[in-house]
T-cell receptor, first 116, second 113 residues
């Protein structure tokens, strides 16, 4: 079945460091790909998404590119801030309009801690 | 605009007890979902609903029941709590639109002892 694998955490970085969180997926067809973020004590929030190969999602300085050839959707940010400390989840769903739209399959989450 | 509201935030149950986790949304979304998150694991879909009166099983439905009598509410019922149901439970909603954006509640942390 479909699945998502993320790099193990926790990831600890100093402020202004470059961030990469790896995400690879296994899916039939052409899924939509997402990054969700969970700040302490809150629910998950959509950070960015991409719906087809070579699409780049971006938001709040974060970017991820849908790479079908490597089945990857790595999250990057050029300069992290303390306020970026959170848990990041990679996820996929069925193609838009399919019966699996909205039924997300999540990776295990990666905890990011940014130190001043 | 409250979004998705879950109650309670924390609960401890004894084995065999029952309880209902409440979820309500004020965005008039047709789609609603229940996920559980075990430590070190991704969220797994328990049940979902595409509209009032319609529910279906997700990946891990055993031990749970749901109902959807209104658009706003999607309660999750545990009938005979077991230690394996110790988890954090998230409710989410979605309007079915092209942005594919799910809105999540802040979660219910449940321990079964």
């Amino acid at each position: 079945g479909d699945s998502v694998t993320q790099m193990e955490g926790p990831v600890t970085l100093s402020e202004e460091a470059f961030l990469t969180i790896n995400c690879t997926y296994t899916a039939t067809g052409y899924p939509s790909l997402f990054w969700y973020v969970q700040y302490p004590g809150e629910g998950l929030q959509l950070l960015l998404k991409a719906t087809k190969a070579d699409d780049k999602g971006s938001n709040k300085g974060f970017e991820a590119t849908y790479r079908k050839e490597t089945t990857s959707f790595h999250l990057e940010k050029g300069s992290v801030q303390v306020s970026d400390s959170a848990v990041y989840f990679c996820a996929l769903s069925g193609p838009r309009g399919s019966s699996n739209t909205g039924k997300l399959i999540f990776g295990q989450g990666t905890t990011l801690q940014v130190k001043p | 605009n409250a979004g998705v509201t879950q109650t309670p935030k924390f609960r401890i149950l004894k084995i065999g007890q029952s309880m209902t986790l409440q979820c309500t949304q004020d965005m008039n979304h047709n789609y609603m979902y229940w996920y559980r998150q075990d430590p070190g694991m991704g969220l797994k879909l328990i049940y979902y609903s595409v509209g009032a009166g319609i529910t279906d099983k997700g990946e891990v439905p055993n031990g749970y029941n749901v109902s959807r009598s209104t658009t706003e509410d999607f309660p999750l019922r545990l009938e005979l709590a077991a230690p394996s149901q110790t988890s954090v439970y998230f409710c989410a909603s979605y309007d079915g639109g092209a942005d594919e954006k799910l809105f999540f509640g802040s979660g219910t942390q449940l321990s079964v002892l």
